[in-house]
């Protein structure tokens, strides 16, 4: 193991005390790893949510090696995919870290188990599932309710915000939006749109003139 500068350990420390942190926010769902790079015989220095199997002490992974050889080596891989040793399915990212030099000392990677969210991704889709072909047909949204609602959703993403946040200006500029689609003319329009803007229907009336 090669002997480290106070700077060096500096770092170390803070990053084990990040990856501590990260792992008490992201528990049980993703493992946080430090690994120390000065020391690729044993750097897994930290673990955080054990969800790999992997010990205090195990060696550099592939992605440690390549950052031990390559200082150019990028230091951010975001969300690629991954895999558990028993077959479970990951996403990871892994963050290199720098001396003052410009060599990578240290990893922070985190790698979260996707079983739990595929199953819940299953069975949100088996739930919200409908036999639209079965009778009777009925709509319990008055008339043209999902056009106006579509058209709100439409203009807050152009504002990058959702419905409810809109300013007070961007209300009354998507009110003229809708008048001038003809969608205020449809039955019960300022119920749905106050509804869905979280204001009262005189505001609508209001933002509309």
């Known amino acids: 193991m090669k002997k480290r500068t106070p700077e060096q350990l500096r770092l170390l420390d803070q990053v084990e005390e990040i990856a501590r942190a990260l792992g008490e926010t992201f528990a049980p769902f993703c493992e ?3 690994h120390d790079l000065l020391d ?3 750097a ?3 673990i955080h ?3 790999s199997g992997r010990e205090v002490g195990h060696p550099a992974t592939e992605l440690g090696l390549a950052r031990i050889m390559d200082p150019e ?3 951010v891989l ?8 028993d077959g479970r399915l990951a996403k990871s990212t892994s963050v290199g870290i720098k001396d003052a030099n410009g060599k990578y000392i240290a ?3 985190l790698n979260v188990d996707l079983t739990l969210f595929q199953s819940f991704q ?3 889709a088996q739930f919200v599932t409908v036999d639209r072909n079965a009778s009777p047909q009925e709509s319990l949204d008055p008339t043209g309710a999902e056009l106006i609602r579509a058209r709100i959703d439409q203009f807050a993403a152009r504002l990058a915000t959702s419905p409810r946040a809109l300013k007070t200006a961007d209300r009354r500029a998507l009110l003229q939006e809708l008048k001038g689609a003809g969608l205020l003319d449809m039955r019960r329009s300022a119920e749905t749109i106050a509804a869905y803007l979280g204001v009262s229907r005189a505001s609508v009336y209001a933002y509309a003139k």
């Open 32 to 34: 946080v790893v430090v």
């Open 40 to 42: 690729p015989q044993h």
């Open 44 to 46: 897994v220095l930290a």
């Open 49 to 51: 949510n054990n969800l």
């Open 73 to 75: 080596y990028p230091a």
């Open 78 to 85: 975001a969300n690629y995919a991954n895999q558990f040793a």
């Open 107 to 109: 990893a922070l990677c």
């Open 122 to 124: 299953t069975a949100m």
